[in-house]
């Protein structure tokens, strides 16, 4: 005759078995939907005319976030890389063109606006085409990371700005991914001349034609002059960061003056601030980080 521990056994143990029963389904299906996505093959690999016909859908739907030639953009990482962060398998990369990538600025194929909606045939020809310029060999480390982390944190003076993981200011971009996002040559250049090509907007960054990070000064009706950047705009207010990370919001028509400029708030570090070594470290660093 069962003891009266084991008749709770008994009517506790089916509960149990009901509450975690949808969780280990969910982790079977998981688990199935990878070894799924592991296994797909493009069915035109290594066929050239798919490849160059990739390209051209690549130009069409994909080089506004990623660059011509696939090696990263604004908003979209190099998928010239062997490794990349969102999976490396044929499989993974037609999941992620086709459904997009929640979390992330990667839409779901056809419903961003640009370019338009593919067919199943021009998403793999298009992963012919990445696989075509695909780097196989790791590139040469550009500097010294650990190094570069340090000046980043430290004399650079990089963190009273930008943000890596969560460490670091506000007031420019968020650098985590950027290693993933521009080119080593494109990472250089917004150190030495951070306003030829200004980077996208803080909380823009999920809307179709990000705003970018542009200086703006506004006077207030007391006369108080304030710096910083643009966060968010319309018709009748504007949001914005002060250069001591204070976040404003203001009525347009009470302002006495808005002026804007496409002049970064960012100095330009020369070769007499940060030498050509000390600057690679430091790039060494964020790709290291990116490619987490």
């Not at 009517?11 to 079977?28: D, E, F, H």
């Not at 063109?97 to 067919?119: C, H, R, Y």
């Not at 330009?268 to 430091?282: A, F, M």
């Amino acid at each position: 005759m069962p003891t009266m521990s084991h008749q709770k056994i008994c009517l506790v143990w089916p509960r149990v078995l009901t509450s975690i029963l949808p969780s280990l389904l969910m982790l079977v299906t998981l688990l199935a939907s990878l070894t799924r996505a592991e296994e797909i093959r493009n069915p035109f690999s290594a066929d050239p005319k798919a490849a160059k016909a990739g390209e051209f859908e690549f130009r069409i739907n994909c080089a506004f976030c990623h660059g011509l030639g696939a090696r990263g953009g604004g908003r979209g990482p190099d998928l010239t890389r062997a490794h990349k962060r969102h999976g490396d398998s044929d499989g993974d990369l037609f999941q992620n063109i086709s459904q997009g990538i929640p979390g992330t600025v990667m839409p779901a194929n056809g419903t961003n606006g640009q370019g338009v909606g593919m067919t199943d045939d021009e998403i793999w020809q298009i992963i012919a085409y990445l696989r075509s310029v695909q780097v196989q060999a790791p590139a040469k480390p550009v500097g010294n990371a650990v190094h570069g982390k340090d000046l980043f944190y430290g004399d650079a003076n990089c963190s009273s700005c930008h943000m890596v993981e969560g460490k670091g200011g506000r007031l420019g971009p968020d650098l985590t991914a950027v290693g993933t996002a521009r080119t080593v040559e494109s990472l250089i250049e917004s150190v030495r001349n951070p306003s030829q090509r200004l980077a996208w907007g803080l909380s823009e960054s999920t809307k179709e034609f990000a705003q970018e990070y542009e200086t703006v000064t506004v006077v207030t009706p007391d006369g108080q002059e304030i710096k910083g950047v643009t966060l968010n705009e319309d018709q009748f207010s504007l949001q914005m960061m002060d250069t001591t990370e204070r976040i404003h919001l203001f009525e347009k028509d009470k302002l006495h003056s808005i002026q804007k400029s496409r002049k970064s708030l960012m100095p330009s570090y020369n070769p007499t601030i940060l030498n050509d070594q000390d600057l690679n470290d430091i790039v060494a660093y964020l790709l290291s980080v990116g490619m987490k």
